[in-house]
Antibody, heavy 117, light 110 residues
Framework: QVQLVESGGGVVQPGGSLRLSCEAS????????IHWVRQAPGKGLEWVAF????????YSGDSVKGRFTISRDNSKSTVYLQMSSLRAEDTALYYC??????????WGRGSTVTVSS | QTVVTQEPSFSVSPGGTVTFTCGLS?????????PSWYQQTPGQAPRTLIY???VRSSGVPDRFSGSIFGSKAALTITGAQADDESDYYC??????????FGGGTKLTVL
């Protein structure tokens, strides 16, 4: 079945960097777009970034643009989220998710990022 | 900046029917926004209920239905059950590979 497994989360100091990975299985990875969605503690879902099957990428806006980079390696069925210049407000559970018909279809279980000194 | 609006909370009696809405701070929601709906219980990852306005995701019971209701997207639960008590989020496709989630609706079944 379709499965997405996030990894790479942890505790990082403000201004630091972290790279999240999302390993996919159970579908033709190279033909599907992948989202990153985050959820701050006690808050709602926030769409962060999307990468098309061909590597074209988009980001949610000023809050992450220029600091986050989404990429993919189709040979490894893996999507990455490189995060730099991290701020306290980036603290969240980060989900990767498979796209279907302009929506999120299947979610991973998430990886926790904590930005704290 | 586009804001997607949802009711903060709703309550429904067991067996009852409830309809949540998902709107835009400016303009109307249409099928071109590919409205989708997600259910999340505390401590769990979200679960996709509806995508592309009204298509149920695999395994979702038919008492969950999606539609466009006036200028908004809508999620209706018919015959609410105790385990429907969750947070419900909608998401809208804004074009150009950009999505926005609503703030979520907390459903209480009592």
């Amino acid at each position: 079945q379709v499965q997405l497994v996030e990894s790479g989360g942890g505790v990082v100091q403000p201004g630091g960097s972290l790279r999240l990975s999302c390993e996919a299985s159970g579908f033709t990875f190279s033909r599907n777009g992948i989202h990153w969605v985050r959820q701050a503690p006690g808050k709602g879902l926030e769409w962060v970034a999307f990468i098309r099957y061909d590597g074209n990428a988009k980001y949610s806006g000023d809050s992450v643009k220029g600091r986050f980079t989404i990429s993919r390696d189709n040979s490894k069925s893996t999507v990455y989220l490189q995060m730099s210049s991290l701020r306290a407000e980036d603290t969240a559970l980060y989900y990767c998710a498979k796209d279907r018909a302009y929506s999120v279809e299947v979610w991973g279980r998430g990886s926790t990022v904590t930005v704290s000194s | 900046q586009t804001v997607v609006t949802q009711e903060p909370s709703f309550s429904v009696s067991p067996g009852g029917t409830v309809t949540f809405t998902c709107g835009l701070s400016s303009g109307s929601v249409s099928t071109s926004n590919y409205p989708s709906w997600y259910q999340q219980t505390p401590g769990q990852a979200p679960r996709t209920l509806i995508y592309t306005t009204n298509v149920r995701s695999s395994g979702v019971p038919d008492r969950f239905s999606g539609s466009i209701f006036g200028s908004k997207a809508a999620l209706t639960i018919t015959g609410a059950q105790a385990d429907d008590e969750s947070d419900y989020y909608c998401a809208l496709y804004m074009g150009n590979d950009i999505w926005v989630f609503g703030g979520g609706t907390k459903l209480t079944v009592l």
